[in-house]
């Protein structure tokens, strides 16, 4: 059974970091985070195959955000590094058991967390 619960969120300053877990994985295929600014649709910011340790990015968090799993613990993780105030977002993590081959693309994951918010202040 999967269900998602994310952790690792909050308040930071710019140029900070932040790391974010994610458990409960279940068998799925590709797993990924996403995230969703107040009144826009949710984006993708990193993902991966459960299979494979290619991570895709978003253009916007290439070269600060880093995403890795742990087969062996089902966990996923969200690395951010250099946080900007326009990464301030409710990030979620997400997975899919669906076929397809968009990994950032939402449309794509049928299962999702509750969403942990992170701020970054100026």
């Known amino acids: 059974q999967v269900r998602l619960m994310e952790s690792g969120g909050g308040s930071v300053q710019a140029g900070g970091s932040v790391r974010l877990s994610c458990v409960g994985f279940g068998y799925t295929y590709r797993r990924g985070w996403f995230r969703q600014f107040p009144g826009k649709e949710r984006e993708g910011v990193a993902a991966m195959w459960t299979s494979s340790d290619s991570p895709y990015y978003a253009d916007s968090v290439k070269g600060r955000f880093t995403i890795s799993q742990d087969n062996a613990r089902n966990t996923l993780y969200l690395h951010m590094n250099n946080l900007k105030p326009e990464d301030t977002a409710m990030y979620y993590c997400?997975?899919?058991?669906?076929?397809?081959?968009?990994?950032?693309?939402?449309?794509?994951?049928?299962?999702w967390g509750q969403g942990t918010q992170v701020t970054v202040s100026s």
């Open positions: 997400a997975a899919s058991s669906l076929g397809g081959t968009k990994l950032l693309d939402p449309d794509e994951y049928n299962y």
